[in-house]
C-alpha cells in the first residue's frame, strides 16, 4: 500500500499511544509472574499483538476485559512447539531465554524482516547456561530446550541491550542464589531502565554498578497475587507529530510522561536544541512551527528517532550532525541507508563521516518518491518530511506503521494532513 501526502499546516491534539517497549516487557513480567496481572492501557500494535500471542503459547491465559487485559500465569509452560515473534527484535531476544526455562524444544520463529536480523548473541549465551541451541545460524528460525541454568556470566552489549534485557527477565524468575551478569560495552542505558522498572514493579529488583555488572539476588524479591500495571505513553511515536508541530504546525500530545525512562524522551532535548520550545504542562507536550537552527546531538542511545531528527535537521537552517549511525544497521531496515535515501529523495544535502551524519537544511524539500523498505519508522519520518515539501510525497509500504503505531494515520487526519492512500 502507498500514501499519497501533500504538503501543508498541521494543528490538532492527539492521544499518546501506548509504549510498545513498555508493553512487550510487562507482557514477559506477566508470563513468569505466578499470578494475576491486569494491564490497563494496553498496546495494540502489531508488536504488541506478537507479544500477547507469544506469552499464550508459552502458558499464559490472556483475557480482554473491556479496555483492560487480564493475564493469569504459572511461570512458564509452552503449550506449543514454537513461538512466533512476528518482526519484533525485542520480543525474540526477550522471550527466548524466556522459552529456555523449559525443558521442552521450542522453535523461535518470526517473519519479514526479522528472518534478516542478527542474532548470533544468542548463540554465544544461551550454551554457557546449559541451554540447547537447534539449527542456528545467527538468525531465526531455531530452537532452543532448557532448562536454562541461572548462573553468572559475562555478556557483550556493545550489539543490543536486548539480549541483557532477555536475560535479566530470564534470571529473575530462575535464580536460587544470587548472582551476578557482568556486560561489556552496553548501548541503549534506557531501554536497560525500563527493563528494571518493570521487574522492580512485579517484585523483582535488580541492583546495577554502572550498567557494567547486575546483581539478582532471589532475598529480595517479593511476591504479590494480582499486580496491575499502566501502559506509559510512547514517546518513540509522540516524536513523529511532535517533530511535525516543530517544521509546519501547533502539535499538543496527551498522556506523555516527561519523567518516563524511555530512550526517546530525547525528543524533546533535540527539538530544544534546534530551536523550537516545547512547553510540557503535566502530561501534555505542545510544540509550535518555530524558526529552527542547526544543531548536534548523539543520537547511539535513542536510535528509533534518528530518522525523525534526520527531518529535523533536514528543516533546519545551516549544517547539523547527527551521530550514532552505527547504531541503525541491524533494524527493519538498514537506516543508514534508508535514512541517506529518503534524504537523497527529499533533495537535502548530507554526508556521512564515520559515525556522523551531516545534513544541511532547506527551506523547502522536495516532493518525491520514497521506499520505506517496509520500515515503520521511515514511514512516519517520511509523512512529516512531506509536510515540508514542494508538491506530493509518494511513500511505498505505508503499512509498516501497523509494527508500532496502528493509528497514525488516523492521528494525521485528525490534526489536518491531507493524504490518500493507493493500492500499489
Not at 492527539?14 to 491486569?38: D, E, F, I, W
Not at 524479591?221 to 499486580?227: G, R, S, Y
Not at 520550545?277 to 534518528?306: H, M, Q, W
Not at 563521516?353 to 523547502?364: A, F, S
Amino acid at each position: 500500500m502507498q500514501v499519497i501526502v501533500n504538503p501543508g499546516m498541521v494543528k490538532g491534539t492527539v492521544n499518546a499511544v501506548p509504549s510498545k517497549s513498555m508493553m512487550q516487557r510487562v507482557c514477559a513480567a506477566a508470563l513468569l509472574h505466578k499470578g494475576k496481572t491486569v494491564i490497563s492501557n494496553p498496546g495494540m500494535s502489531e508488536d504488541d499483538k506478537a507479544a500477547l500471542q507469544v506469552i499464550a503459547q508459552l502458558g499464559a491465559n490472556v483475557k480482554f476485559n473491556g479496555d483492560k487485559i487480564e493475564v493469569v500465569s504459572n511461570g512458564p509452560a509452552p503449550v506449543s512447539d514454537h513461538i512466533y515473534c512476528g518482526e519484533s527484535g525485542l520480543s525474540t531476544r526477550l522471550f527466548t531465554p524466556i522459552a529456555a526455562l523449559s525443558d521442552k524444544r521450542v522453535r523461535i520463529d518470526g517473519g519479514g524482516s526479522l528472518l534478516q536480523r542478527n542474532m548470533n548473541e544468542l548463540g554465544h549465551i544461551l550454551p554457557e547456561l546449559d541451554v540447547q541451541v537447534h539449527d542456528f545460524s545467527g538468525k531465526i528460525p531455531f530452537a532452543v530446550q532448557g532448562p536454562l541454568q541461572a548462573r553468572s556470566i559475562k555478556i557483550d552489549g556493545s550489539v543490543s541491550s536486548q539480549y541483557l534485557s532477555g536475560l535479566l527477565f530470564a534470571y529473575s524468575y530462575a535464580v536460587t542464589t544470587a548472582v551476578t551478569i557482568q556486560v561489556d560495552s552496553l548501548k541503549s542505558r534506557p531501554y536497560v531502565d525500563m527493563s528494571l522498572q518493570v521487574l522492580a514493579h512485579f517484585g523483582r529488583p535488580v541492583r546495577n554498578d554502572n550498567y557494567t555488572s547486575f546483581h539478582i539476588d532471589p532475598a529480595l524479591f517479593t511476591h504479590k497475587e494480582e499486580i496491575a500495571v499502566s501502559i506509559e505513553g510512547d514517546w518513540s511515536s509522540a516524536a513523529a507529530l511532535l517533530v511535525a508541530g516543530a517544521i509546519n504546525g501547533d502539535i499538543t500530545i496527551l498522556g506523555l510522561d516527561t519523567n518516563s525512562l524511555q530512550a526517546d524522551t530525547a525528543i524533546l532535548d533535540v527539538l530544544r536544541l534546534a530551536g523550537a520550545v516545547p512547553e510540557v504542562a503535566g502530561g501534555s507536550v505542545r510544540v509550535v512551527k518555530s524558526a529552527l537552527k542547526e544543531f548536534e546531538y548523539d543520537a547511539t542511545n535513542c536510535p528509533d528517532i534518528f530518522p525523525l531528527v534526520s527531518i529535523l535537521a533536514g528543516c533546519s537552517d545551516g549544517e547539523s550532525y547527527i551521530s550514532g549511525l552505527h547504531r541503525l544497521w541491524h533494524k527493519e531496515s538498514n537506516r543508514a541507508e534508508s535514512i541517506a535515501e529518503m534524504l537523497l529523495q527529499f533533495d537535502v544535502f548530507f554526508s556521512i563521516e564515520d559515525d556522523v551524519l551531516c545534513i544541511t537544511g532547506d527551506d523547502k524539500l522536495w516532493g518525491c518518491y520514497i521506499d520505506s523498505y517496509n520500515d515503520h519508522r521511515i514511514v512516519m519520518a517520511a509523512c512529516v518530511g512531506a509536510l515540508r515539501a514542494d508538491s506530493r510525497v509518494i511513500i511505498d509500504n505505508a503499512g509498516a506503521v501497523n509494527k508500532s503505531y496502528p493509528g497514525f494515520f488516523e492521528d494525521l487526519a485528525a490534526i489536518g494532513v491531507n493524504y490518500n492512500f493507493k493500492e500499489e
